[in-house]
């Protein structure tokens, strides 16, 4: 506290808590099979092009690599401006060669190529030493891998403190060298040209391993919150990413059904998805857009990157309140396959989203909004993706409360910064009620945070909201009036 000894008045400017903040719901991330780019290493891109540069190999791509890019392409074409993409893939290896030098013979450096592949086993590396025994510098000679290209790289050091020091990098060399010991300062000994080896290039298996060091990867981006596997509908990984979503605990699993099924056989899939609270959905059928090919044809495409795309869309229009549903699909053609009002019926109550193509209209549109949680609770996909925002907007908003002093002061102060929170979100027409009382509660006070927690240095606020659920069967009661008498029909 500052000292005041002169008479007069003075201002004290304190720092605010500030409101909360919502947190951004929209961002995707796409994990799939590519013909470019790194493994395992979530990659920010927001637009096509940043993706195609970066992760394609050839234009168009292939069938294998074709359902990720399309996926992407998806995504933006739909309203999507933010996503990550990893690929997923076994990371190749670098090839390389141990130098040896003293008597007895010992390794000093380690020489491995600066790309991993097996490219790299095209390299050699060839040692040369000066007439002189005890002149410590030498020269490495450098070749390939392309074209037996040559360079060589004279009077080298193994200190480093010297200005040519070996292991401070070689110009424009396709290897880097390093000291095997820190400490060591012998000289290799001179050596005819030598291969490096050992180096193997990346896989596109995405195998069981290949898939968790991606999702491992993922996890790290906490901007996330939408995840997508374009064209992946093997169960092992489809229930691995809902357990990535529901571990995360912040964003939602959106799935493929497999190409091509039968109602019977998504039902089967969708039972194999159950994600408890609600944090994965289920969409059928794929997609068809223009044969990027074949004239006059159609492909068949997941429908996973399209359908972010529309969160992202209805996100940014009207709010995650709303279910992103009878949404048009915008880059579909149509449907590989067409479903009927029994047939939908039949999948809408066993949790699978179908797609429709409605009279009137030349686009597909989302005809579905639920979750593959079995809890009545979560069964709509906006109120989970709505307690989602509402959750991490809360924990990222009050994190100024950590450390503060544990009193009543504090409790306040959060239950007024949480309140005006919940108050925004009720106005933007997310919560049930007539009133924000009826919309939401925040409690905390001493019956929730005895004493005993308070010396644990503990603080528990309760809240609850009421969220708006979807209509999801508007009925129309028709009657027929006549004079004063009315017959209704259903």
Same mark, same amino acid.
């Given at each position: 506290m500052p000292e005041y000894t002169t008479p007069g008045v003075y201002i004290d400017e304190q720092v605010a808590t500030g409101p909360i903040a919502g947190v951004g719901t929209s961002t995707a991330a796409f994990l799939g099979v590519a013909g470019n780019g790194p493994i395992a290493v979530p990659t920010a891109i927001t637009n096509l092009t940043a993706f195609t540069s970066a992760f394609v190999s050839e234009d168009p791509p292939t069938e294998a690599n074709g359902y990720l890019v399309r996926g992407v392409r998806g995504f933006f074409e739909n309203g999507g401006t933010s996503a990550y993409v990893t690929r997923v893939g076994v990371k190749g290896v670098r090839a390389g060669v141990e130098l040896t030098g003293g008597s007895p013979k010992k390794t000093v450096l380690k020489v491995t190529a600066r790309r991993a592949g097996a490219t790299g086993n095209k390299i050699k590396v060839e040692v040369q030493r000066p007439a002189e025994a005890d002149d410590p510098h030498f020269t490495l000679v450098v070749t390939g891998p392309a074209d037996n290209q040559a360079e060589t790289y004279p009077d080298l050091s193994m200190d480093p403190a010297d200005p040519a020091f070996v292991g401070a990098g070689l110009e424009n060399a396709p290897v880097d060298v390093a000291l095997v010991d820190p400490a060591e300062r012998t000289p290799p000994a001179k050596r005819q040209a030598v291969a490096l080896e050992n180096g193997e290039d990346a896989s596109p298996a995405a195998n069981a391993t290949a898939w968790e060091a991606a999702l491992t990867a993922l996890a790290t981006v906490d901007e996330v919150s939408l995840v997508c596997a374009p064209g992946v509908t093997a169960p092992n990984i489809?229930?691995?990413?809902?357990?990535?979503?529901?571990?995360? @605990?912040?964003?939602?699993?959106?799935?493929?059904?497999?190409?091509?099924?039968?109602? =019977?056989?998504? @039902?089967?899939?969708?039972?194999?998805?159950?994600?408890?609270?609600?944090?994965?959905?289920?969409?059928?059928?794929? %997609?068809?857009?223009?044969?990027?090919? @074949?004239?006059?044809?159609?492909?068949?495409?997941?429908?996973?990157?399209?359908?972010?795309?529309? +969160?992202? #869309?209805?996100?940014?229009?009207?709010?995650?309140?709303?279910?992103?549903?009878? =949404?048009?699909?915008?880059?579909?053609?149509?449907?590989?396959?067409?479903?009927?009002?029994?047939?939908?019926?039949?999948?809408?109550?066993?949790?699978?989203?179908?797609?429709?193509?409605?009279?009137?209209?030349?686009?597909?549109?989302?005809?579905?909004? #639920?979750?593959?949680?079995?809890?009545?609770?979560?069964?709509?996909?906006?109120?989970?993706? %709505?307690?989602? +925002?509402?959750?991490?907007?809360?924990?990222?908003? /009050?994190?100024?409360?950590?450390?503060?002093?544990?009193?009543?002061?504090?409790?306040?102060?959060?239950?007024?910064?949480?309140?005006?929170?919940?108050?925004?979100?009720?106005?933007?027409?997310?919560?049930?009620?007539?009133?924000?009382?009826?919309?939401?509660?925040?409690?905390?006070? =001493? $019956?929730?945070?005895?004493?005993?927690?308070?010396?644990?240095?503990?603080?528990?606020? $309760?809240?609850?909201?009421?969220?708006?659920?979807?209509? =999801?069967?508007?009925?129309? #009661?028709?009657? /027929?009036?006549?004079?004063?008498?009315?017959?209704?029909?259903?």
């Open positions: 489809q229930q691995k990413l809902v357990e990535h979503c529901e571990n995360a @605990k912040d964003r939602f699993a959106i799935l493929d059904a497999a190409p091509g099924a039968d109602p =019977e056989a998504v @039902k089967t899939q969708r039972g194999r998805l159950i994600s408890a609270r609600g944090h994965a959905a289920l969409y059928h059928p794929w %997609l068809t857009i223009t044969h990027p090919v @074949k004239a006059g044809e159609t492909l068949a495409i997941p429908p996973s990157g399209h359908v972010a795309g529309v +969160f992202a #869309r209805v996100d940014a229009q009207r709010g995650v309140h709303k279910a992103p549903a009878n =949404e048009q699909l915008n880059g579909a053609l149509g449907l590989d396959q067409m479903v009927d009002d029994t047939q939908h019926g039949d999948l809408n109550d066993a949790g699978v989203n179908v797609m429709r193509v409605f009279h009137g209209r030349s686009r597909p549109l989302i005809w579905g909004a #639920r979750t593959t949680s079995e809890d009545t609770a979560w069964r709509y996909v906006n109120v989970r993706r %709505l307690f989602l +925002f509402v959750e991490e907007s809360i924990q990222q908003g /009050i994190r100024w409360a950590v450390f503060e002093p544990n009193d009543v002061g504090l409790w306040k102060r959060l239950d007024r910064t949480i309140t005006e929170f919940l108050t925004r979100v009720w106005s933007s027409g997310a919560l049930f009620g007539g009133t924000a009382e009826e919309a939401f509660y925040v409690k905390i006070d =001493e $019956e929730n945070n005895p004493p005993g927690a308070q010396e644990l240095g503990q603080v528990f606020i $309760e809240v609850g909201i009421a969220p708006v659920r979807p209509a =999801e069967f508007v009925v129309v #009661r028709i009657g /027929i009036w006549a004079g004063g008498g009315q017959v209704q029909e259903g």
